[in-house]
T-cell receptor, first 114, second 114 residues
């Protein structure tokens, strides 16, 4: 059972278009991270959201954490070719005691055509 | 320095070989992780070390053997692997398994088992 479902799974758009990626779960997370990964590289952290309802902006990227801390969205305005990559949400869950673990979503593969 | 360094970048090994993957970080992070990632899929957690002790083993086969010699180093010893173990192996670190779960990833080792 996948705890974090992302949609869409694949997205191909033209430069200049806007897009939104969703990350949904039935579980509550103490925080949620968004990563971007290029082929052959490790994921790179984009943002961390902690508070329900929180909105963070990173240039053309807007991240939102759901009020109940079960879901999140990533909105990209005026996409550029350089935004191409695998976008991963990751939720932090308590494993037991003081140990947490980071669970990754199913991923969204974005291709921005020049 | 926010780098996690993994070596080697690429590795080809036979099913009877013994090899090791290495990971190093100098950010003072006390939690280190091994993830396995297949093409266009999200990373899957294998092991978590917290303060140099193994705290999570996600039911990984014994042909994968992790080791944490000190707080900066993490190794993954490989023996008698199968072709289906071919994948990108990612190392990550974070300040601890407490906190917000922000993890920094290395570039990965692309492993091919022949």
């Amino acid at each position: 059972t996948q705890l974090l479902e992302q949609s869409p799974q694949f997205l191909s758009i033209q430069e200049g278009e806007n897009l939104t990626v969703y990350c949904n779960s039935s579980s509550v997370f103490s925080s949620l991270q968004w990563y971007r990964q290029e082929p052959g590289e490790g994921p790179v952290l984009l943002v961390t959201v902690v508070t329900g309802g929180e909105v963070k902006k990173l240039k053309r990227l807007t991240f939102q954490f759901g009020d109940a801390r079960k879901d999140s969205s990533l909105h990209i305005t005026a996409a550029q070719h350089g935004d191409t990559g695998l976008y991963l949400c990751a939720g932090l869950m308590n494993y037991g005691g003081a140990t947490n673990k980071l669970i990754f979503g199913t991923g969204t593969l974005l291709a921005v055509q020049p | 320095d926010t780098e996690v360094t993994q070596t080697p970048k690429h590795l080809v090994m036979g099913m009877t070989n013994k090899k090791s993957l290495k990971c190093e970080q100098h950010m003072g992070h006390r939690a280190m992780y091994w993830y396995k990632q297949k093409a266009k899929k999200p990373p899957e957690l294998m092991f978590v070390y917290s303060y140099e002790k193994l705290s999570i083993n996600e039911s990984v086969p014994s042909r994968f053997s992790p080791e944490c010699p000190n707080s900066s180093l993490l190794n993954l010893h490989l023996h008698a692997l199968q072709p289906e173990d071919s994948a990108l192996y990612l190392c990550a670190s974070s300040q601890g398994t407490y906190g917000f779960g922000e993890a920094f990833f290395g570039q990965g080792t692309r492993l091919t088992v022949v």
